[in-house]
């Protein structure tokens, strides 16, 4: 009978115990899900907020209060911007477009042209000195309706925590790489009211889910790094703003707190991005997640697949006359460029090799999405190497070298295919990210000039350069999904006739696929080692640096007086002061790498 009551009270004790485990389990399931409805909720509200104060704009005829709604309008959009940007790209790249033709050019038979709409036209149509009330008005009406369509249709149940984290990092990074350069504030450059609206969502999204946080000094953290960002972005103008500080500073702070928040809340991502995980400085060797931008399986930058690279990518007997190879137009002593105007192999500028492996097109017109496929490009090309892939591999199985280096690097017999991968591994190894500038940013040195800092802020400032050059590789790959490398028509003149200019004969991206819309179109190069690099531009028409930024401070093409009709860049002056020039030329020296 005792035995009976002895266990008859134990199994009392594991029913308790397990009633107290459910019902902590179920608390914690219940907090989960209550924080995902309140954020969907706060999302929605803000959603409809925002097409409210659209609609209000076309109730009122005054122009001013237009403007005034306007601002407001752009405040909530970017309250909302961390969960748009991720619940639903499309949109959020539709209502967040640069005001210019959206080209698309899948092949000859599937090219489509779109007319930009959203917050950049509705910018640009409202500040103009002479206002389109009518197209105003247009803008205005698609922008509401596709953020009513948003706010009907729209739901958070797929969202898991790792989601939140992956929000919260894109928009600290999105802030510091185009929010901060005035990317998508073209003619009003609010671009830090608008970063503090985003950093102040980025904490309301955190505190949905405080109570995840076992140590709570990291949510302390959060608020304190996030207060002081919004604070120091108060504190400024557009022109003025201290962008090296500030990335340095606080938005690599605030990615350090982020590291510490997946190991707290104990996240297992279920896949890699562009960025890898565990960095907490944007302008390091181990920021970039190499695999993202290679078919590759494996590492492609092991030792001996990158030795093998280097050997193929010297070597003239993969040339049909064994009289070129890819070192002959990217000769290392010149930092992977020939030094020469116009390389005789292709009638343009050889462009550097350093980064190149960081990029969603290839060549200056951007004719291809990968560094394999170039090779081809190179191999088939009449002028360059004029062979078949087939007589590459009929090439390299001759050599008996070769085949024990590939056998030692892929544990396979060499053919066109590894060949490719072995080149593209050894480009890919040209990203040493150890300039003046990546040191400092790292906390390895403290060596930048007040020149070189001022510099930088002009760069991604005053001189928009970073609109188009976006950090840290300073080329078109554009943040924070790193999926498209732009193109841009800046108009580069044939000579540096300044009285009589003419555009250059060469029509870029035009003669891919016969688009018109796309005439005189060239690919945004790494202005990384910029130094080491010239001449300039797609002609090499530039011998120095200075004359590079006379040319943009005029306004592009139609600071030199020739008129087209689709120029990106804008055509105002960008009246920097000579000091102002030689200051951004002092920067983009430190962009140059020990090599």
Not at 27 to 34: A, L, N, P, R, W
Not at 379 to 394: A, M, Y
Not at 403 to 413: C, G, I, P, R, V
Not at 436 to 449: A, I, V, Y
């Amino acid at each position: 009978m005792k035995l009976l009551n002895i266990n008859i009270l134990k199994a009392i004790f594991l029913y308790s115990l397990l009633v107290i485990l459910g019902s902590c389990k179920k608390k914690e399931t219940y907090d989960t899900i209550s924080a995902f409805k309140n954020l969907e909720k706060y999302y929605k509200s803000e959603l409809g907020i925002t097409s409210s104060v659209l609609d209000k704009m076309n109730e009122t005829n005054s122009i001013k209060e237009k403007q005034k709604l306007f601002v407001e309008a752009r405040k909530h959009f970017k309250i909302i911007e961390p969960l748009l940007s991720f619940t639903d790209s499309d949109s959020y790249s539709f209502l967040n477009q640069p005001n210019i033709l959206k080209i698309e050019e899948e092949d000859f038979t599937d090219i489509k042209i779109k007319n930009p709409a959203g917050f950049q036209v509705i910018e640009e149509t409202l500040f103009d000195e002479k206002v389109n009330e009518h197209e105003l008005a247009k803008q205005v009406k698609i922008t509401s309706t596709r953020l009513k369509f948003l706010h009907k249709n729209q739901t958070f149940q797929f969202l898991q925590k790792h989601h939140i984290l992956w929000i919260v990092r894109d928009e600290i990074n999105r802030i510091a790489l185009t929010g901060i350069t005035g990317f998508d504030s073209p003619a009003l450059e609010n671009s830090l009211v608008e970063s503090q609206a985003a950093y102040q969502s980025i904490l309301k999204i955190l505190g949905f889910f405080k109570n995840d946080f076992t140590n709570k000094t990291i949510y302390s953290d959060w608020e304190k790094e996030i207060n002081m960002s919004v604070d120091f972005l108060s504190k400024s103008n557009f022109k003025d703003f201290d962008r090296y500080h500030f990335i340095k500073n606080h938005t690599q702070k605030a990615l350090g707190i982020w590291n510490l928040t997946v190991t707290d809340w104990k996240i297992q991502f279920p896949f890699k991005q562009p960025i890898n995980y565990e960095i907490a400085d944007l302008f390091s060797k181990e920021t970039f997640n190499i695999n993202y931008f290679t078919n590759q399986k494996g590492n492609p930058l092991e030792a001996d697949k990158v030795a093998l690279g280097k050997q193929l990518f010297q070597d003239v007997a993969l040339s049909k006359n064994r009289d070129i190879s890819c070192a002959s137009c990217h000769k290392e002593a010149l930092y992977f460029t020939d030094g020469i105007a116009l390389s005789p192999k292709t009638t343009r500028n050889s462009p550097t090799l350093f980064y190149a492996a960081f990029q969603k097109g290839f060549f200056h017109d951007n004719r291809t999405e990968s560094l394999e496929s170039q090779i081809v490009d190179v191999v088939n090309n009449p002028n360059e190497f004029h062979l078949s892939l087939n007589d590459i591999e009929t090439r390299i199985k001759e050599n008996t070298t070769y085949q024990k280096a590939f056998l030692k690097a892929y544990n396979k017999k060499g053919d066109n295919i590894l060949a490719r991968a072995a080149i593209a591994s050894y480009i890919m190894s040209l990203s040493p990210f150890n300039s003046k500038f990546d040191l400092n940013m790292q906390g390895k040195e403290k060596s930048l000039t007040q020149s070189e800092i001022n510099g930088f802020n002009l760069f991604t400032g005053k001189a928009k350069c970073a609109t188009c050059h976006f950090a840290p590789l300073f080329n078109g790959l554009v943040p924070t999904s790193f999926k498209e490398s732009e193109i841009e028509l800046i108009g580069v003149p044939k000579t540096k006739d300044s009285i009589h200019p003419e555009i250059d004969d060469d029509l870029g991206r035009y003669n891919v696929y016969k688009t018109n819309e796309r005439k005189f179109f060239f690919k945004t190069p790494t202005v990384r080692n910029v130094e080491k690099t010239s001449p300039y531009m797609h002609n090499g028409v530039f011998n120095t640096l200075e004359e590079v930024i006379s040319f943009y401070n005029k306004g592009g093409a139609a600071g030199l007086g020739i008129q087209l009709e689709r120029q990106t860049l804008s055509s105002e002056p960008l009246n920097l002061s000579k000091t102002e020039e030689k200051e951004l030329v002092d920067f983009l020296k430190t962009l140059t790498d020990i090599y």
